[in-house]
T-cell receptor, first 112, second 116 residues
């Protein structure tokens, strides 16, 4: 089954404690990205990757890092989380043919 | 820069009534357009998409949308709403090619409540 898998689904952490949210896709897609969803703002792109070792900033990259060492994986790293990063995060992947994005189930992060 | 506006934050309809959710976009060329639905606690599911061709597109769950270039709109419709349609709906525009071909720009979302 084609899917994008994120882990964990829920995470509560404290300010400043580094964390990683994993994302994996099994569709051999080149393009992967991370979004955050906040009430009234829809989804906003954090970072994206066009292919292995190729990443770039989206619209709201501050406080986040990513890496793309393998085509299937695209982890999101928060080196020093702050409360304003409390949000619902989605990983997505797509191919260059159609721009149609497939989304993971989401990770609800709370930073206290 | 591309943008998407969903003018209605919250819409309430009765079960069996018709539905139209509005979406307006700003984009320099022919866009790729999408509607996604998000049920509570769930991820985003693609309802339908428009890339080219027929401006009236059919999607899953009985939804359809019409692309109107002159109005920069891509409104979502359903003739008869079911209680299970209660969810949040997002319109999105994608870039056709270029260096950000996979990027989607989303509207703010419309929450649909269905009364029995």
């Amino acid at each position: 089954e084609a899917q994008v898998t994120q882990n964990p689904r829920y995470l509560i952490t404290v300010t400043g404690k580094k964390l990683t949210v994993t994302c994996s896709q099994n569709m051999n897609h080149e393009y992967m990205s991370w979004y955050r969803q906040d009430p009234g703002l829809g989804l906003r792109q954090i970072y994206y990757s066009m292919n292995v070792e190729v990443t770039d900033k989206g619209d709201v990259p501050e406080g986040y890092k990513v890496s793309r060492k393998e085509k299937r994986n695209f982890p999101l790293i928060l080196e020093s989380p702050s409360p304003n990063q409390t949000s619902l995060y989605f990983c997505a992947s797509s191919s260059p043919l159609r721009s149609e994005a497939f989304f993971g189930q989401g990770t609800r992060l709370t930073v206290v | 820069a591309q943008s998407v506006t969903q003018p209605d934050i919250h819409i309430t309809v009765s079960e069996g009534a018709s539905l139209e959710l509005r979406c307006n976009y700003s984009y320099g060329a022919t866009p790729y357009l999408f509607w996604y639905v998000q049920s509570p606690g769930q991820g985003l599911q693609l309802l339908l998409k428009y890339f080219s061709g027929d401006t009236l597109v059919q999607g899953i769950k009985g939804f359809e949308a019409e692309f109107k270039r002159s109005q920069s709109s891509f409104n979502l419709r359903k003739p008869s709403v079911h209680w299970s349609d209660a969810a949040e709906y997002f319109c999105a525009v994608g870039e056709a090619g270029g260096t950000s071909y996979g990027k989607l720009t989303f509207g703010q979302g419309t929450i649909l409540t269905v009364h029995p």
